[in-house]
């Protein structure tokens, strides 16, 4: 069974700093993609960035220049610091995880249970 362990969440005002954290648990051999997605209030999740096992990140277009994704890929865990927030940035943050390899299974489309990220204007 792997895991995925949100952190780092919290309460900042606008132009403030965060850094969540993702920790993959379980008898893990390799993680393809970690990712990060966002879910506002009334809205559908989104891709908020990923990074691959050959450190390939992508990010949405409204956090560019603002948030850095990261891995440490000993620990299997991942990193969004997120910079210069926004209200808008505001919503519940999910760490994801793709082709997951533990266990000598492949596990695909993993998910975190959420951590609450809220920006004060």
């Known amino acids: 069974q792997v895991q995925l362990v949100e952190s780092g969440g919290g309460l900042v005002q606008a132009g403030g700093s965060l850094k969540l954290s993702c920790e993959a648990s379980g008898n893990i051999f390799s993680i393809d993609t970690m990712g990060w997605y966002r879910q506002a209030p009334g809205k559908q999740r989104e891709l908020v960035a990923n990074?691959?096992?050959?450190?390939?990140?992508n990010y949405a277009e409204a956090v560019k220049g603002r948030f850095t994704i990261s891995r440490d890929y000993a620990k299997y865990t991942s990193f969004l610091q997120m910079s210069r927030l926004k209200p808008e940035d505001t919503g519940v943050y999910f760490c994801?995880?793709?082709?997951?390899?533990?266990?000598?299974?492949?596990?695909?489309?993993?998910w975190g249970q959420g951590t609450q990220v809220t920006v004060s204007s």
């Open positions: 994801s995880a793709d082709r997951v390899v533990a266990d000598y299974i492949i596990w695909y489309d993993l």
């Open positions: 990074i691959t096992s050959s450190d390939i990140s």
